[in-house]
Each structure stands twice: as structure tokens, then as C-alpha cells.
T-cell receptor, first 118, second 114 residues
Framework: GAVVSQHPSRVICKSGTSVKIECRSL??????MFWYRQFPKQSLMLMAT?????????EQGVEKDKFLINHASLTLSTLTVTSAHPEDSSFYIC??????????????FGPGTRLTVL | AQSVSQHNHHVILSEAASLELGCNYS??????LFWYVQYPGQHLQLLLK??????LVKGIKGFEAEFIKSKFSFNLRKPSVQWSDTAEYFC????????????FGQGTELSVKP
């Protein structure tokens, strides 16, 4: 149980285009989904916290107009990188927190999406 | 601001050696503590977690960690590593009053020589 999927697994796009990444909790309902960015050989940096039905909360330094997050249901959150530039190339990882129960407050991670902007 | 510090950037061990990876955090309130592992090309997997109770927690694959509140530490241990333990290890802290978000350490790359 507690599987999180991401789509696509990798994407290559041209500079200036927008890219949408989906994060789905497959077998549970998630109160909250988180979006992280991971640079090579570095740790995960939290970008934003996404609660179903409400606006995302962005971490300091993360541009909300550039990284649009939509959390339309308890099983789906999307991250759209708008007007992507080469510096946005990175590994984007989502996680989902279980709605309730003994595993509350534990996050389950998706496999990540490798974005390359040319 | 809260932070998590992992002391070792890269650890190289031979099979059967014992492992201890350090993790310290800076926050004085209630925390939940986690160790995640990321095998090459794979997603993060939870090794173990501490929410409350016995400060010595056991996880999967023979790993354990000890929460020492006075030292703000949550070190990961394994008595005898295997080649298959080669991976990146991340310590993470969840601060209870911050909506469940995780703060990650820098990660420790473990290389186990066969």
C-alpha cells in the first residue's frame, strides 16, 4: 500500500514552454502533498505544500507564479513549471501524507520526474 | 530556522563493517524523525521513523536508530552492512506545528565494497 506515482518520469522541453507534472496517491487519500526539488548529489528542498481544495503554501524563495500547484482532489496534485528555463532543470519529487490512521504524518514519495530544459 | 545536519557526506565501508551515520537537528520542540534511503535510480523509501516511545527504533533491512533528545540526534546504525546497502541516506525531521513538512539533511552517500 501507500504508493505514489508521478507522470511523466522524465521530460525534455524547450526553453519558454510550460511543463505539467502529475503526482497521484494510488491507494490512499492524501490530506497533503508536498513538492520537492532535488539537485544532483544534494538533498531534497521543499518547494511547496499542497492541501486539497486550497492554495499551496510556498517556501521562501520559491516563485509561486513560476511553479503553479493545483491540488484538485485527495489523490492528485499537479506542478506546472511555467516558461521553463535551463536553470529549472532538476529532479522534481512529490510526496503524499496519509489522511488519517496510524501512519498519519508519514510521507510517501513518488519516483520523481527528471526535467531537462534545453 | 530549523535545520538538519548529517555529518558525513560520503562513507565508504567494506561488507560486514558496522555503520553509523550521524544526524543532528536544531529545534527545541516536538519532532518526528525519519531516515529515508534512496537506492540508485529509485525513489525515496522509508527506513524507519520515530514519533514517540522507545527512543531506539528498528527499521527495515536491519537498520536501527536512536533518538537522543538531549543531543538533538537521531543516528542511524547497522551492525553489518552489505553491498546492497549502497545508497544515499537522508535524515529528515518533521516539526509538529508546521503542517507536517519535512526538513531534510544533506544526505550521506554510502558505498559498500564487496
Amino acid at each position: 500500500g501507500a504508493v505514489v506515482s508521478q507522470h511523466p518520469s522524465r521530460v525534455i522541453c524547450k526553453s519558454g514552454t510550460s511543463v505539467k507534472i502529475e503526482c497521484r496517491s494510488l491507494d490512499f487519500q492524501a490530506t497533503t502533498m508536498f513538492w520537492y526539488r532535488q539537485f544532483p548529489k544534494q538533498s531534497l528542498m521543499l518547494m511547496a505544500t499542497s492541501n486539497e481544495g486550497s492554495k499551496a503554501t510556498y517556501e521562501q524563495g520559491v516563485e509561486k507564479d513560476k511553479f503553479l500547484i493545483n491540488h484538485a482532489s485527495l489523490t492528485l496534485s499537479t506542478l506546472t513549471v511555467t516558461s521553463a528555463h535551463p536553470e529549472d532543470s532538476s529532479f522534481y519529487i512529490c510526496s503524499a501524507r496519509v489522511r488519517a490512521g496510524v501512519t498519519y504524518n508519514e510521507q510517501f514519495f513518488g519516483p520523481g520526474t527528471r526535467l531537462t530544459v534545453l | 530556522a530549523q535545520s538538519v545536519s548529517q555529518h558525513n557526506h560520503h562513507v565508504i565501508l567494506s561488507e560486514a563493517a558496522s555503520l553509523e551515520l550521524g544526524c543532528n537537528y536544531s529545534y527545541g520542540g516536538t519532532v518526528n524523525l525519519f531516515w529515508y534511503v534512496q537506492y540508485p535510480g529509485q525513489h525515496l523509501q522509508l527506513l524507519l521513523k520515530y514519533f514517540s516511545g522507545d527512543p531506539l527504533v528498528k527499521g527495515i533491512k536491519g537498520f536501527e536508530a536512536e533518538f537522543i533528545k538531549s543531543k538533538f540526534s537521531f543516528n542511524l546504525r547497522k551492525p553489518s552492512v552489505q553491498w546492497s546497502d549502497t545508497a544515499e541516506y537522508f535524515c529528515a525531521v518533521n516539526v509538529n506545528n508546521q503542517g507536517g513538512k519535512l526538513i531534510f539533511g544533506q544526505g550521506t552517500e554510502l558505498s559498500v565494497k564487496p
